[in-house]
Nanobody, 120 residues
Framework: QVQLQESAPGLVKPSQTLSLTCTVS??????????WNWIRQPPGKGLEWKGA???????YSNPSLKSRTSISRGTSKNQFTLQLTSVTPEGAAVYYC????????????WGQGTQVPVPS
């Protein structure tokens, strides 16, 4: 059973860069046909898929969201990272990482989520 754990970024102020890391255990992020996703849920709103990084290292992002997002990985630590530059208060949300088995979109294990407040 794959387990995912998001890091806690601490306080992020507007215009700063938000960096979140997801540590994966019980499986490798380089396993064929697995995709590693970032999703967020702003207060009072639904889930928003931010993007994913594939087992190959290819990245995918949500075209409907503003492109200040980048996803990278560290294979030696079995981690993948989300960076969001020039954060605004609208970036405040619970951020989740999740596994996609054979699918770019998450369809398997999820992390517990990490709350990211952004003061106005």
């Amino acid at each position: 059973q794959v387990q995912l754990q998001e890091s806690a970024p601490g306080l992020v102020k507007p215009s700063q860069t938000l960096s979140l890391t997801c540590t994966v255990s019980g499986g490798s992020i380089t396993t064929n046909n697995y995709y590693w996703n970032w999703i967020r849920q702003p207060p009072g709103k639904g889930l928003e898929w931010k993007g994913a990084i594939a087992y190959s290292g290819s990245t995918y992002s949500n075209p409907s969201l503003k492109s200040r997002t980048s996803i990278s990985r560290g294979t030696s630590k079995n981690q993948f990272t989300l960076q969001l530059t020039s954060v605004t208060p609208e970036g405040a949300a619970v951020y989740y990482c999740a596994e996609g088995a054979g699918s770019i979109l998450p369809n398997d294990s999820w992390g517990q989520g990490t709350q990211v407040p952004v003061p106005s």
